[in-house]
């Protein structure tokens, strides 16, 4: 039986970054709160250092559900020097009675930014304060572009200041996201400056060395960091893990072994039974996420296998119902 497949360009036309992908990522994480009902083996992952590149695959099947999903994403940091972009990669549809491949999402890495990106927005609706109008983004690559944006559809942000390592890189994200959500992006000559003034957080890079200091952070701020999906990768100083006052994963286990809390039980500034809570509960009001205006709130993301099932069907339902006749 040949598989349905579906080119980049049709998945874009068909799926876009809106309030239902938002709630698609958000019942995702929720799913994973009811415990038992979810199959999401661990992540595997092929990194290829000698030119930056990192492999995943990742799945997951709800039980009963007529479909389960496997991606494979890449990023090859040095692809810019071929001409050709970092991202690349597809998601496969599966039956769930059968395992038959019934579609082939040849998305190149699009579905994955877009449930990042929602990610960032459940994350900011979740756990920032309601009245946060200052944004500070580390990172001015892709992801860190859609991180603004996420963030502005669900937080009055007025304000933004980005910090990258690339000074025409983090030029050209203020000049771009100024004009593109008509608000005040300001490029800064240091991390510091961008997170000092801000009350939400985004840092997005593949960073190896920690950026963001505990010494920078006031209260009332929170933190979304999607940057540290494996081992080696880091944004913050371990020493922000204690000074927050709530730390919520994305998934207890996996955090354990990669992520910002890896790296702080690693350095040893935390013990490797760090108390967690997983964001599915705080979605399912299992578990306390912000509690208090001053509150220092980190999400700390890795990026899960229920999140690109859910993308994946999203499309794939949309595609299907753009084809349907009549």
Known sequence: MRPQVVSEEDIRSAVIF?????AAIEDAFASLAKGGEVIMPPVMQMRLDAVEGLTCVKSSYSIGAPYFAVKLASTYHQNHRLGIPSASGLMLICSGLTGYVEC???????????RTQ????????????????VAGVIGAGRQARLQLAALRSVRPIERAFVWGPNAEERASFARDMSAELDI??????????????????????????????????????????????????SELFPE??????????????QCRTLSELHAAIVAGAVDSNFPTTELGDVIAGVRVGREKPEDITIADLTGLGVQDTAIALLAWSKISSANAPG
């Open 104 to 114: 082939i999402l040849l998305d190149n890495g699009y579905l994955t930014a877009l």
């Open 240 to 253: 922000v893990i204690c000074k927050a006052t709530r730390y919520i994963c994305d998934r207890d286990q």
């Open 184 to 233: 005040e992006v300001v490029a800064t000559s240091s991390a510091e400056e961008a997170v000092r003034p801000s009350d939400i957080i985004v840092t997005a890079t593949p960073a190896k060395t920690p950026i963001v200091r505990a010494e920078w952070l006031k209260p009332g701020q929170h933190i979304t960091a999607m940057g540290a999906d494996a081992p080696g990768k």
């Open 118 to 133: 929602a990610a960032g927005a459940v994350v900011a609706r979740k756990l920032s304060r309601a009245d946060s109008r």
């Open 18 to 22: 809106d309030e239902g992908c938002i």
